[in-house]
């Protein structure tokens, strides 16, 4: 029989309702049967990826090309499980799920109900996890909003040597970085605080105090229907390689100068990939997908307009590229 407390909270109150409509059992007090309430999981809304079709279609497609029976798979912060599922329909030897959040035991629910089986989930920080054998494949989606803030290269190249088999895959592995102007709809933009007026009051002297401000006042996180329009043609400000990059692969500074291709106001500096499993096979990140539901940075400035064919240079500092509060950019 399995243990009730490895049931998520939707199994249990399933079973509560079974059993209360059963003669004797109606007559307990089923609270000694079964909990109330756990502290386990519930599905989480947040998770992007599961709402985006083209992501969905580029995992599936993904691990009927890579994924192949005999093989030990791991899935790092298994999540809602659409990397697991789909890496579980080609039917490896060995399948890690390795996630240290309660979304775990939803997961497994998932897969129960599912007919999924010959799953290992695992609660565990994944660069804490020590398989006991190498793993063939790597699957993740340690994508932050602003792409690196969720650790995803020193975490990922961590993994790649302590779990990776010699010639084994990182799905996804490769990784093309854009840091476009973008004009923003109207009601999408929230000007800096000393920009803004009330009767009776002027803000603009808190400019002086810009150097002091928390770093993080001068990002935010926006939506593809937030934007408006890129002022010029998006180009990759640089790309790398999971599978064969170093520790130091990363770029600290960026820079371009570009020809505006559309008139408007620049509000910011959108900061979108695009994520390949080979030449062929990838989805993007990017404001230019209407249906995509993942947030993106945004590094904001003051607004300044610029005209068609005019010369927009840009330059990033990325002293730690995990660390957005250490950022610094600007334009002209």
């Known amino acids: 029989m399995p243990n009730l407390l ?13 059993l209360s409509h059963l003669p004797l059992v109606s007559q307990l007090p089923l609270r000694n049967v079964v909990p109330d309430s756990l502290s386990l999981s519930s599905p989480a809304p947040q998770d992007s990826a599961l709402s985006d079709p083209a992501r969905v279609l580029a995992w599936q497609k993904a691990c009927e090309r890579y994924v ?29 799920a390795v996630d240290p959040s309660r979304l775990l035991d939803t997961t497994q629910w998932v897969a129960r109900r599912n007919g999924l089986e010959h799953i290992d989930f ?13 793993v063939d494949v790597l699957l993740h989606e340690l994508l932050g909003e602003a792409l690196f803030d969720a650790g995803l290269v020193p975490r990922m190249l961590d993994l790649r040597s302590r779990l990776l088999k010699p010639g084994g895959r990182i799905l996804p592995n490769r990784f093309e970085v854009f840091v476009e102007p973008v004009q923003l709809r ?22 002086t105090l810009r150097e002091a401000m928390n770093p993080s006042y001068f990002t935010r996180m926006v939506r593809s229907y937030e934007v408006d329009h890129l002022l010029c ?34 509000d910011g500096f959108c900061l979108f990939y695009k994520v390949a499993f080979d030449a062929e096979l990838s989805f993007t990140v990017s404001p230019l997908r209407g249906q995509n539901p993942a947030g993106m940075t945004l590094l904001r400035v003051d607004p300044r307009e610029f005209a068609r064919y005019e010369t927009l240079a840009f330059e990033l500092e990325l002293p ?10 600007h334009f002209r």
């Open 6 to 18: 490895d049931l998520p909270r939707q199994a249990l109150m399933d079973l509560r309702s079974r």
């Open 68 to 96: 192949k029976p005999g093989q030990v798979v791991m899935d790092v912060c298994a999540g809602a499980g659409l990397r697991t599922f789909a890496a579980a329909t080609r039917h490896p030897r060995r399948l890690y």
């Open 122 to 134: 695992v609660r565990a920080q994944p660069w804490s996890f020590q398989a006991p054998e190498k």
């Open 186 to 207: 109207e009601e999408a933009c929230l000007p800096f605080i000393w920009s803004q007026r009330i009767p009776g009051v002027d803000y603009s002297c808190l400019q």
């Open 233 to 266: 043609e998006p180009e990759p400000a640089f790309a790398f390689d999971l599978e064969t990059m170093t520790a130091e692969g990363l770029p600290q500074r960026v820079r371009y100068e570009r020809p505006v291709m559309e008139e408007g106001r620049v």
């Open 320 to 329: 730690d590229p995990g660390d957005v509060g250490s950022w610094r950019w």
